[in-house]
């Protein structure tokens, strides 16, 4: 029952608000995270391997940015299809953590096995519970998304950031980073991100309206830093997956280092910048994307547009989240999907979508 909506993928991001707020308050319901602590042992772990395929693996990209930045913990994130072939050192003091909508995925059920007799623990984070990989886990933590049926991972994504940000907190409190008010501040920041969520959702039709100009484009860039960065890749897999149209995502500091020569007037760029510490260089790189006549659509918020609107194609004014490094990124997550969703309604070029196809039915 697609509940009124065209597609499967509409209608799961429509569901994202509600979902995310019922993971938050399983994973969090009162003032501290509520994780089976004994299973869970960041005070002991020299480092965290997370390791996950496609949408799942950008979860983990994000992720790195709060496991470092909040709790101090070494991290690093692998492709399962590469992780599991490369046979990568693992220390016994290692927590691997995989993450998987399905728990079925070949390459990381293949790489937790390779995992499983060196790492200290294997914690999974996946949407369905009798899974393989969750049964073959120490630790199994259901992301309480619901049934996803489009094939394009939205809500799964979206309650993915949702597990390791309280994971990320939890990690911060073990190894003495931060303490109880700092953790309850976090709390009720997370806490505010469905109803920022909404408040993302409510656009639809502006970026319908917006979109249509970017159906056109063979061809579109995305660009962030930081958290931003994995959200501008998973930006562009969406696009590419959904509407048939190239897309690539890329550290806008690394526009520079080559991909500014794809850059013209008939090549979109979607800029993620929000109003936090890497604003200004964000800024300053949509700068060069805008010398070379660029088109740029600035995602921000009201006083981000003010600063550094003039001369973008388009703006897109998301609603102001505090700089705390989860709201960010899950905020934002969701108006990255739904960017992704509305060209694909006006897109004609490139095969028509096959039934189990475009957020029409299928598991991932
Ligand atoms: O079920 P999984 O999360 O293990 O699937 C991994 C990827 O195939 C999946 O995330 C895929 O990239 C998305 N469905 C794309 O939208």
Redesign the pocket.
Known sequence: DKAGHKHFMSKEIFEQPTVLAECLTHYAPGDRVALPEDALDFAQTDRLILV???????ACLVAKYWFEQLAGLPCEVDI?SEFRYRAPPVSEAATALF???????A??LAALRYASDKAARIISV??VPQSS?ARESDLALPILAGV?V?????K??MN?LGVLANLAILAARQRGHIDAARETELLATLRAVPGLVNQALALEERIQKQTGKLAEARSVLFLGRGAMFPLAL?GA??LK??SYIHAEGYASGELKHGPIALVDKTVPVIVMAPRDALFDKTVSNMQEVLARDGRVWLITDAEGAEIAGDGVWQTLIIPRIEPDLCAHALCRAGTVDRLSYSPAQRHRCGPAPQPGQVGDGG??
């Open positions: 996950a395929c496609g949408t799942a693996n950008y399962a993450v998987s909508q399905s728990g079925e995925t390459d990381t996946v949407n990989i996803e489009g094939v394009a991972s939205t799964a994504f993915q998973e897999l969406k997956e959904i598991m991932s």
